[in-house]
């Protein structure tokens, strides 16, 4: 060999691929040390090779790298980089049982791969070197609240695959087990999982940090009567097997691994799209996200090449926690869009938008996640202006801002949870999740646009998501990206810091505006004053009209005025989630529902378990003298609905009781 061949088989072997850049920062310093030393007189095409090869983006921006506290993983001297995975669903008893096999780069002195796991029994591991495979004995440390135990396997540097034999618990978090009577249909039992923030490591045992990237190969198998979907290449119809094969072969995060079991169909949307539900739903649901196929095309003249090959979407049951999840190739999506009207699909535009903000590029930990949705909220809006107009979208964006400002009353103007940059060390990263990242996120780039005109911010963009492709990034090598790329380059003075580290709303926002929203408040005003409200006015508004209206009609009006609506409008019968929600509240607040829609307030809180709409009518009740109802409602309701909102309403509840 050569001396240039050895030096690139001593920096391959301890670089990963490159997209594994981020997790090997060691490796790659401990290689540029080596050559520094021995081989000086090649030091100009090693830079140029290490650069290639393996330079962190912390190292480019001259930032710290990130630390994730939400993993036990310490991928800088063992990380995972593929995942085949091959795995039984037992409707019965409510468990998979499988095998996921990794595989490994580690440092040469690695003894250890460490992996994340919560509510799952580890049967067995195997580790393969060249020459066979060895059963070993493994660790388990303490389990924590939330975070699970790590998985400690020894290895040394010749092993390069780890086998584990393992099951889950019925109860684990990611899953959603359904009787067929909690799904649309009411003929077969459903499954699906949930793996962000970080519930994954309750189906898998994995690395369960953003800023680790594996591709992954599966083999489900289920009872054949239904089908299996994964964030992969997947199946359009059902085999008499059960048996299913998918691909991923873009390197993903654990928090999008992603499998959803039921009896399912599929329907074409356009060349590349197309929509997944059961049966009774899907011609509705075709109906519903016919402009899926359009978003895409909007989506990457806006900015770059959709890498994921398809864009897919399925509904799930009602109980599915929250309104869409992003899993790559297949957003996950709550039957609650489904409208009738296309008039709440600003959701799909949100979780395709995803495919860049999140999925290509990820935040680097969970106190990022304003990286994720912030971009993503500014993005989905950019897609509906260009599909519906500005018109349309300058209501999604004041809708937004009225959803911040709330949030910022709610937790207080000083907040930290409401910096845009979290600080989540020993809390659950659930509990950051807020409006903050979303909406404060997407108003600083907004702001951003303006300062520097459409044109520019869009390249911007478009150079930062090529830039950072399947990578993570932190939010100290976002400010030095964008001072570097942004502000400097056209001499702007905008205090950042201030956004991202600093509380509630800076000064200088470009805050939104609406004349559609502003006619609906003179609208109200009147309605206020004499009670009158058009009815041929009130049928032509969109629901963005409405969810205006309604968020801010007086709660404390005469019962009449909430009668005459009801009775123009149909409200209590209303087929939108959105408004039936908003009316349930107001009918809540305002003492309405005393003689009115009890049983459809029931009704609602049993069968959707979307959280956004649950956290809102649960806390009305507790907070308008009505626990008991709360309490009794949420026993009905709690098996139907999936953990993360069960914890959330329990947690809710408690805290009331104990406060009163
Ligand atoms: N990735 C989120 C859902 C999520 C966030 C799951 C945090 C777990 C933890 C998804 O993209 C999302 O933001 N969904 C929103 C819809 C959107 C239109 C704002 C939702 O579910 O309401
Ligand atoms: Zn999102």
């Given at each position: 060999?050569?001396?240039p061949d050895i030096l690139i088989a001593v920096i391959s072997n301890l670089c990963p691929p490159a997209t594994q850049k981020g997790n090997f920062k060691f490796a790659k310093s401990k290689a540029i040390r080596i050559m520094k030393l021995s081989f000086v007189h090649y030091l100009t095409s090693l830079c140029l ?612």
């Amino acid at each position: 060999m050569k001396l240039p061949d050895i030096l690139i088989a001593v920096i391959s072997n301890l670089c990963p691929p490159a997209t594994q850049k981020g997790n090997f920062k060691f490796a790659k310093s401990k290689a540029i040390r080596i050559m520094k030393l021995s081989f000086v007189h090649y030091l100009t095409s090693l830079c140029l090779l290490g650069a290639l090869c393996c330079t962190s983006t912390e190292e480019e921006l001259d930032v710290e790298p990130a630390i994730d506290q939400h993993t036990y993983a310490d991928p800088n001297r063992a990380v995972t980089t593929h995942l085949d995975l091959e795995i039984e669903a037992n409707f019965e008893t409510r468990v998979l049982t499988g095998k996921a096999s990794y595989l490994i780069q580690a440092t040469s002195d690695a003894a250890d791969i460490i992996l994340d796991i919560n509510q799952l029994t580890i049967d067995s591991i195997f580790v393969h070197r060249e020459r066979g495979m060895e059963e070993v004995s493994f660790q388990i440390g303490e389990t924590k609240q939330f975070m699970g135990a790590p998985l400690t396997i020894p290895i040394d540097s010749l092993v390069t695959r780890i086998d584990l034999y393992y099951q889950t618990d019925p109860a684990a978090s990611a899953l959603q087990w359904l009787e067929p009577k909690q799904t649309y249909d009411k003929t077969h039992p459903f499954l699906f999982t949930q793996g962000q923030a970080i519930l994954t490591r309750t189906w898998i045992p994995c690395q369960d940090g953003p800023g680790i990237r594996f591709t992954y190969n599966a083999i489900v198998k289920v009872p054949p009567s239904l089908l299996a979907l994964m964030s992969a290449s997947n199946p359009t119809s059902r085999n008499d097997e059960g048996i299913y094969h998918f691909e991923m072969t873009q390197p993903i995060p654990a928090y999008l691994m992603a499998l959803a079991i039921g009896s399912l169909e599929f329907a074409p949307l356009g060349e590349r799209t197309g929509v997944y539900a059961e049966p009774g739903l899907l011609e509705a649901s075709a109906y519903e996200f016919a402009d899926m196929e359009k978003m895409l095309l909007a989506a990457e003249k806006l900015y770059g090449p959709y890498l994921w090959d398809r864009y897919d979407l399925i509904v799930l049951p009602p109980s599915f926690p929250f309104g869409g999840m992003e899993n790559p190739r297949l957003t996950f999506a709550t039957p609650t869009i489904i409208a009738g009207d296309r008039s709440l699909t600003a959701l799909v535009a949100h979780e395709l938008a995803h495919s860049w903000s999140g999925n290509l590029v990820t935040n680097a930990t969970w106190e990022d996640f304003w990286l994720n949705e912030g971009f993503t909220n500014y993005f989905e809006r950019r897609i509906m202006e260009d599909l519906y107009g500005k018109e349309y979208t300058d209501m999604l964006w004041l809708l937004g801002f009225q959803d911040l400002q709330s949030t910022i009353e709610d937790l207080g103007p000083d907040h930290p949870d409401t910096h845009l940059k979290l600080q989540l060390g020993g809390r659950d990263p659930d509990d950051g999740m807020t409006d903050i990242a979303y909406e404060k996120g997407s108003l600083l780039l907004r702001t951003l646009e303006e300062q520097v005109g459409r044109e520019t911010f869009d390249a911007f963009l478009m150079n930062y998501f090529e830039e950072f492709k399947f990578k993570s990034i932190s939010t100290d090598a976002w400010i030095a990206y964008a001072t570097r790329y942004l502000l400097k380059p056209n001499k702007l003075k905008f205090d950042l810091d201030r956004w991202i580290h600093g509380p509630g709303i800076p000064e200088g926002a470009a805050i939104p505006e609406s004349s559609r929203l502003r006619n609906v408040d003179q609208r109200l005003q009147e309605f206020v004053r004499i009670g009158r409200l058009d009815a041929s006015q009130g049928n032509r508004w969109s629901t963005h009209e409405w969810l205006h209206f309604l968020r801010h009609l007086p709660r404390d009006l005469h019962v009449s005025f909430y009668e005459k609506l009801d009775d123009v409008f149909d409200l209590s019968a209303s087929g939108n989630s959105e408004i039936l929600a908003v009316w349930l509240e107001i009918s809540i607040e305002s003492g309405y529902l005393e003689n009115h829609n009890k049983q459809i307030l029931e009704n609602f809180l049993t069968t959707v378990g979307r959280r956004k709409f649950l956290t809102p009518l649960y806390k009305a009740l507790l907070n308008h003298n009505q626990i008991n109802l709360a309490k009794e409602i949420f026993q009905k309701a709690r098996s139907n609905y999936h953990s993360v909102a069960a914890n959330s309403i329990a947690d809710l509840i408690e805290t009331s009781t104990e406060v009163g």
